[in-house]
């Protein structure tokens, strides 16, 4: 599959969820995040077309990553196309280029689900449960680290949390899950919509996403929680670009909070 063929699936698929959405599919933005949460290292773009090839993928990597880990793809498989960036220098010209004169370029490579490979049994990895243990710590580090000031008070009306501009309020006596996934909620409250696209965007948009990364969040980690209790129809106001826009915002943050609370690092 060409790179530009790939980019057609992603916009092919972009528009089956927008028309889903507008027709009241909710769900179908559920399996989205779901599969978001199971390869939030990759661009949303990239998430929907492991989606669309694979629904079921629960654990990609290339050919030669496989190899690493002592497994190896089954003959016969098809990889499932993602969308790379690469770096193309310029041919020289009188004998003189410069790096920076580098142009970006997508290609098209491929990534195999774990059920298309042999070999070695993967590593397990610790799951949290219904209590997030250590990661509520290293959340709590992270928002600091942002100079967010973070308290804790009753005084909140009949919320679990509220953020207010470099100032997040939690209710005293939550459970540890709904603790860790409302701090994640208004976490993304406070890096998305304290800029001027809080102008442009409704309230229901913003809780919408701010749920959404929390309910990515909480999936990655294994967190029994109530998140993804917004209507996520709401995410959808007809315009498509908007969408795409906030499922980018979503992974980004996502990504973030996650790379820091569990040391992985961002792909593609």
């Given at each position: 599959?060409?790179?530009e063929?790939?980019?057609?699936?992603?916009e092919?698929?972009?528009d089956?969820?927008?028309?889903?959405?507008?027709?009241?599919?909710?769900?179908?933005?559920t399996?989205?995040?779901?599969?978001?949460?199971?390869?939030?290292?990759?661009?949303w773009?990239?998430v929907?077309?492991?989606?669309?090839?694979?629904?079921?993928?629960?654990?990609?990597?290339?050919?030669?990553?496989?190899?690493?880990?002592?497994?190896?793809?089954?003959?016969g498989?098809?990889?499932?196309?993602?969308?790379?960036?690469?770096?193309?220098?310029?041919?020289?010209?009188?004998?003189?280029r410069?790096?920076?004169?580098?142009?970006?370029?997508?290609?098209?490579?491929?990534?195999?689900?774990?059920?298309?490979?042999?070999?070695e049994?993967?590593?397990?990895?610790?799951?949290?449960?219904?209590?997030?243990?250590?990661?509520?710590?290293?959340l709590?580090?992270?928002?600091?680290?942002?100079?967010?000031t973070?308290e804790?008070?009753?005084?909140?009306?009949?919320?679990?949390?509220?953020?207010?501009?470099?100032?997040?309020?939690?209710?005293?006596?939550?459970?540890?899950?709904?603790?860790?996934?409302?701090l994640?909620?208004?976490?993304?409250?406070?890096?998305?919509?304290?800029?001027?696209?809080?102008?442009?965007?409704?309230?229901?948009?913003?809780?919408?996403?701010?749920?959404?990364?929390?309910?990515?969040?909480?999936?990655?980690?294994?967190?029994?929680?109530?998140?993804?209790a917004?209507?996520?129809?709401?995410?959808?106001?007809g315009?498509?670009?908007t969408?795409a826009?906030s499922?980018?915002?979503?992974?980004?943050?996502?990504?973030e909070?996650?790379?820091?609370?569990?040391?992985?690092?961002p792909?593609?």
């Amino acid at each position: 599959m060409k790179a530009e063929e790939a980019k057609k699936l992603t916009e092919q698929s972009l528009d089956q969820l927008a028309a889903a959405l507008e027709r009241g599919k909710s769900e179908s933005l559920t399996q989205y995040l779901t599969a978001m949460s199971r390869f939030h290292a990759y661009s949303w773009g990239n998430v929907m077309l492991i989606l669309t090839q694979k629904a079921d993928a629960t654990h990609v990597a290339g050919f030669n990553a496989w190899k690493k880990l002592n497994r190896f793809v089954k003959k016969g498989e098809k990889g499932i196309a993602v969308i790379a960036p690469m770096l193309i220098k310029p041919k020289e010209a009188c004998g003189e280029r410069s790096d920076t004169d580098a142009i970006l370029r997508f290609k098209a490579v491929y990534v195999f689900d774990v059920s298309q490979t042999d070999g070695e049994s993967l590593p397990e990895f610790a799951r949290v449960a219904g209590n997030p243990n250590g990661h509520t710590d290293r959340l709590k580090s992270l928002v600091a680290e942002k100079c967010i000031t973070l308290e804790y008070s009753a005084d909140i009306g009949s919320a679990h949390g509220l953020s207010r501009g470099g100032r997040i309020t939690l209710r005293p006596g939550l459970s540890a899950a709904e603790e860790f996934s409302t701090l994640v909620h208004e976490f993304a409250h406070e890096m998305l919509h304290r800029g001027d696209r809080r102008k442009h965007t409704s309230k229901t948009v913003r809780e919408t996403e701010a749920e959404a990364v929390a309910f990515v969040v909480c999936q990655a980690i294994g967190l029994d929680s109530n998140g993804a209790a917004a209507d996520y129809i709401q995410l959808y106001d007809g315009d498509k670009n908007t969408l795409a826009d906030s499922l980018g915002l979503i992974q980004q943050t996502a990504a973030e909070i996650l790379a820091a609370i569990t040391h992985e690092q961002p792909s593609e």
